[in-house]
């Protein structure tokens, strides 16, 4: 299952958007937690869909994908319910795909990817992608509680991080997580599409990306960018 | 002369703070208006970074024509105004506002007390503008 959630950059939300498009996904399901999430409705072909949708590609791969930003007051519910679900269904690994704050974007066009594992399969798996490993660091929202909550469930999850501007869509580096997930899952994706209509995503995302950071600041996000108290 | 040195550099500091009340003024009459107003839809988002030298605002302005953009410096505040390569009707990208279009991006930016703003320095890339700002009392370029 591969998760993509409104957070730095939008780079989960544009990545999964693209492989929904580009892999043809199906709609298949969503999540939708009553009295936690905003009072509004997605409506698609007239009917109306739950806050996070799942769709399916390949007959094998799970897209969860938030269109609004989720109130910080459900992640708790939201990530255990993802982990459930998770759990029941027997899912092999959940791949969390999100930007990583860092003043290093303003210098490159080419964000650097890390990853950062829960559960031995995963760890294993994330070695043989030939990026860095998150040495050291704080992360904060549901991909924070999913990559610690994991070992409960005795899931594997993978945190597939791009360096990115925090409050800016950034759909560059949303690409270079698109191609990691394909590397990861041995599918061909291809970016090209996602890198000619940047400018695009650009405008369409604005308001999205203008509510996500306000939440973005209320969580103390900033604290990401910080370094960690034990440094031994 | 002492005196002229001095003249000279009170005219400047008087001419910078006429200019910074205006930039005021002009914001007070701006109303506030929930939703996407006018002035939301032509404001770019940005994000700001402080380095130990420097501090970086970083404006994102999709679709900009690189040729006009403008950035001045005041006392404590940026602003900056970037005209589109066309002007964008937003339900040709997707949204439900048949009559709106944006055709040039506005933006005021607070400056903290020790940005030099005489030695701003801006790079546009991938269609973002990225303004450099030294400390004051610092070297930094």
């Known amino acids: 299952m591969v998760v993509g959630l409104p957070d730095a950059g939008l780079v989960g939300g544009i990545s999964v958007s693209h492989l929904i498009r580009e892999l043809k996904a199906r709609e298949v399901g969503g999540i939708d937690i009553a009295r936690m999430m905003p009072p509004l409705v997605i409506v698609k072909d007239g009917t109306p869909r739950p806050p996070l949708r799942l769709f399916l590609a390949k007959d094998s791969i799970l897209i969860l994908v938030a269109e609004t930003p989720l109130p910080p007051s459900a992640y708790y519910s939201l990530s255990y319910a993802l982990l459930d679900y998770s759990a029941r269904r027997r899912i092999d690994y959940i791949v969390s795909l999100t930007g990583l704050s860092s003043p290093n974007r303003i210098r490159t066009d080419k964000p650097k990817p890390y990853w950062a594992a829960s559960g031995r399969k995963a760890i294993e798996v994330a070695e043989k992608l030939g990026i860095e490993r998150f040495n050291e660091g704080i992360l904060i929202g549901p991909y924070a509680i999913i990559l610690k909550e994991c070992f409960r469930f005795r899931l594997d999850n993978i945190v597939l991080l791009v360096e990115s501007f925090p409050d800016l869509p950034d759909p560059e580096a949303a690409s270079v997580a698109v191609r990691l997930f394909g590397k990861l899952s041995q599918v061909e994706i291809d970016v090209s599409k996602l890198l000619e209509e940047a400018e695009l995503i650009r405008l369409r995302t604005k308001e999205l990306m203008r509510q996500t950071s306000k939440i973005m600041s209320q969580i103390g996000k900033g604290m990401e960018m910080q370094p960690t108290l034990i440094y031994t | ?141």
């Not at chain 2, 208006?33 to 402080?50: D, I, N």
């Not at chain 2, 506002?97 to 400056?111: G, I, M, W």
């Open chain 2, 1 to 141: 002369m002492f005196w002229e040195s001095e003249l000279e550099r009170l005219k400047r500091y008087l001419r910078r703070k006429i200019e910074d009340l205006f930039q005021e003024l002009e914001k007070e009459r701006t109303p506030e208006v929930s939703g996407e107003s006018e002035a939301e839809l032509e404001e770019p988002l940005h994000t700001f970074y402080e380095l130990p030298e420097k501090y970086v605002v970083v404006c994102d302005i999709p679709a900009c024509d690189e040729t006009k953009i403008e950035v001045l410096g005041y006392t404590r505040a940026l602003e900056i105004k970037a005209r589109l390569k066309r002007e964008v009707k937003l339900e040709q990208i997707g949204f439900r506002c048949a009559s709106r279009s944006l055709k040039e991006y506005k933006k005021r930016v607070s400056l903290p007390e020790d940005a030099d703003v005489a030695r701003i320095l801006y790079t546009i890339r991938a269609g973002r503008l990225i303004i450099e700002i030294p400390k004051k009392n610092r070297s930094v370029f």
